[in-house]
């Protein structure tokens, strides 16, 4: 049987195109609802793979007593970087850190975990989920709540290869094209995607290439793992403006309370 792809590869390499991407895919859709969940707490609020500060940045500027945590170097520099010139380096604490073993049990707890836009489903292998959990569990306050916000059916996404999926300017000079393939592992419940990006500046001409995968899990089987670790579920959203789930609905939200 071949080993799966460990979850965390290929993230370094995609830091320096990530907000490019999701800047003409998810945007700010999902930006104001954990807005609204850190601000409704009094504690401290735990970003799970906080990445280029996508959600760390707006969420501060709530005035939530936020700490991110992200394996990616290159990812937190990008991070730190967006802090700093949106005026709120102070506010944030970012840490390079693995999600399996959070280095935070001497820490008072914390009031929110938020593993926002399918951050859960990086995790390829079960036995990284369940750590996971564990750990999350180790680290919220009694009633805290874990907000874990998936990507719904990566399975059927059709498989393709070599396709161009996105292409545009970055800055002034530089014109960037997103070639992507699609293969699907079905029996594991996995997807991968494999990334080429083609960097253009003027006549010179840059390839990168890196993959990532992800893991899906269905709202029943992840509540199922959450129940498991400690949790019970306090609802589960079809969108985010607090909407009913339902298996056809674009967005899967879960929110669950440490018992």
């Known amino acids: 049987m071949p080993a799966t792809r460990d979850g965390a590869a290929g ?8 907000d490019w ?6 945007a700010r859709r999902d930006v104001g609802f954990w807005q609204r969940l850190a601000s409704a707490q009094t504690g401290a609020v735990l970003e799970l793979g906080c990445g280029t500060g996508r959600i760390a940045v707006p969420v501060a500027r709530t005035g939530a007593d936020l700490v ?5 170097a290159p990812m937190l520099a990008r991070a730190r970087t967006r802090l700093r010139r949106a005026g709120l380096a102070d ?18 707890p914390f009031s929110l975990v938020m593993a926002p836009y399918g951050m859960l ?14 750990s999350v569990h180790s680290v919220v306050g009694p009633s805290g709540l874990l907000v874990v916000d998936l990507v719904p059916d990566l399975p059927r996404w059709s498989e393709y290869s070599r396709r161009v999926s996105l292409q545009g300017r ?20 996995l997807t991968h995607f494999e990334q080429e990006y083609v960097e253009r500046r003027g006549r010179q001409r840059r390839v990168h290439q890196f993959g990532l995968t992800f893991r899906t899990l269905s709202v029943p089987q992840m509540a199922r793992r959450l ?17 009913p789930w339902d298996e056809r609905a674009d967005v899967w939200v879960i929110l669950a309370r440490r018992r």
Request: cysteine-free.
């Open 11 to 18: 993230w370094d390499d995609y830091a320096p195109f990530y």
């Open 91 to 108: 506010r944030v604490l970012l840490v390079r850190g693995d999600i399996r073993a959070l280095p935070f049990r001497r820490r008072r």
């Open 170 to 189: 970055r800055g002034k000079s530089t014109r960037l094209t997103l070639v992507e393939s699609v293969r699907q592992d079905r029996r594991r419940g």
């Open 21 to 26: 991407e999701n800047a003409r895919t998810v």
């Open 121 to 134: 489903q990086s995790l390829t292998r079960e036995a990284d989920l369940t750590a996971t959990l564990a």
């Open 227 to 243: 129940e498991a670790a400690g949790f019970g579920i306090d609802a589960v959203l079809g969108d985010y403006d607090g909407g």
């Open 68 to 72: 991110g945590i992200d394996r990616s």
